[in-house]
């Protein structure tokens, strides 16, 4: 199951900065917080990851809290390019090693 | 483009027919993984493969039969499939089992 919430949907007008919200309350100590994005019909894309501290890349910055139970995506100038399904993932420990679960994501839709 | 190629890209079968789906990344990754996706479900890891052995099974079907030759190529042969089996088919690669993710456009299957 995803240890993971995100919320269903959400709007953000072209230009403007989208910030993404998850919550992980349940996440352990070593466990990372990946962002995959898939625009539809494709397969998912890496977006970025991290532990504890903040990081940035091209696409985006990922914000966790100090207490590692919650994080937010934030595409810093979001393009009509950008609507997809946005998933926020634990990277957890299964039988077999680390794995990826994924649930079922944020939509987000750029408007004009 | 993210160095993960799938082929063919779409793909209609009856229930009687055998084909195969396959997987090529040109990354140097170790590891390659089958995803499904179901309309209006979450990614559902299939298997996974580490150095050309299969080192995880999600209680998939005998229907649906993985290879990987080598470290660059993964096949899903599949026979007899039903209906419900239609989906998108994902691989993904990456550098070490557990590691970032990256993900090919996927196979759209059809089953009649």
């Known amino acids: 199951d995803a240890k993971t919430t995100q919320p269903p949907s959400m709007d953000c007008a072209e230009g403007r900065a989208a910030n993404l919200p998850c919550n992980h309350s349940?996440?352990?100590?070593?466990?990372?917080v990946y962002w995959y994005r898939q625009i539809h019909s494709q397969g998912p894309q890496y977006i970025i990851h991290?532990?504890?501290n903040n990081e940035t890349n091209e696409m985006a910055s990922l914000i966790i809290t100090e207490d590692r139970k919650s994080s937010t995506l934030i595409l810093p100038h979001a393009t009509l390019r950008d609507t997809a399904v946005y998933y926020c993932?634990?990277?957890?420990?299964?039988?077999?090693?680390?794995?990826?679960?994924f649930g079922a994501g944020t939509i987000l839709r750029v408007k004009s | 483009e993210t160095g993960v190629t799938q082929t063919p890209r779409h793909l209609v079968m009856g229930m009687t027919n055998k084909k195969s789906l396959k997987c090529e990344q040109h990354?140097?990754?170790?590891?390659m993984y089958w995803y499904k996706q179901s309309a209006k479900k979450p990614l559902e890891l299939m298997f996974v493969?580490?150095?050309?052995?299969?080192?995880e099974n999600n209680s998939v079907p005998s229907r649906f039969s993985p290879e990987c030759p080598n470290s660059s190529h993964l096949f899903l042969h599949l026979h007899t499939l039903q209906p419900e089996d239609s989906a998108l088919y994902l691989c993904?690669?990456?550098?070490?089992?557990?590691?970032?993710?990256?993900f090919g456009p996927g196979t759209r299957l059809l089953v009649l």
């Open positions: 993904a690669s990456s550098r070490q089992r557990g590691e970032t993710q990256y």
């Open positions: 349940t996440i352990s100590g070593n466990e990372y």
């Open positions: 991290g532990l504890k």
């Open positions: 993932i634990v990277r957890v420990q299964g039988e077999y090693g680390n794995k990826l679960v």
């Open positions: 990354l140097g990754h170790n590891a």
């Open positions: 493969y580490s150095l050309e052995e299969r080192v």
